[in-house]
């Protein structure tokens, strides 16, 4: 069992900073399983943002090269770091796990993943 806590939601400015952080428990880690984060607004489908798998990170490409997912396993905490934010970002954001994937594992699907936290509300105006 996998237990997920995001933390770091926050109200910003558009063009600012802000990180986000999941807390793990149980039996996680780059070595076991990988992490993702998706964001979710009202009346939409949740939506994959990025994910850590094993040595490998992927973003959807509305945040290539503003988003930035790292982890830290040491401290059992998964960053997802997001720069230049614009209000279109805005959205609950959920952190998930699975166990780790290979080949042509739809990791896009929200369905696709085990375990989530709670979410965290990140606001960006404009």
């Known amino acids: 069992q996998v237990q997920l806590v995001e933390s770091g939601g926050a109200l910003v400015q558009a063009g600012d900073s802000l990180r986000l952080s999941c807390a793990y428990s149980?039996?996680?880690?780059?070595?076991?399983?990988?992490v993702g984060w998706f964001r979710q607004t009202p009346g939409k489908e949740r939506e994959f943002v990025a994910a850590?798998?094993?040595?490998?990170?992927y973003y959807v490409d509305s945040v290539k090269g503003r988003f930035t997912v790292s982890s830290d396993n040491a401290k059992n905490t998964v960053y997802l770091q997001m720069n230049s934010l614009k209000p279109e970002d805005t959205a609950l954001y959920y952190c998930?796990?699975?166990?780790?994937?290979?080949?042509?594992?739809?990791?896009?699907?929200?369905?696709?993943?085990?375990?989530w936290g709670q979410g965290t509300q990140v606001t960006v105006s404009s």
């Open positions: 850590h798998n094993w040595n490998e990170r």
């Open positions: 149980g039996r996680t880690g780059a070595y076991y399983y990988a």
């Open positions: 998930a796990a699975t166990p780790i994937f290979t080949g042509s594992y739809d990791y896009l699907r929200a369905t696709s993943w085990t375990y």
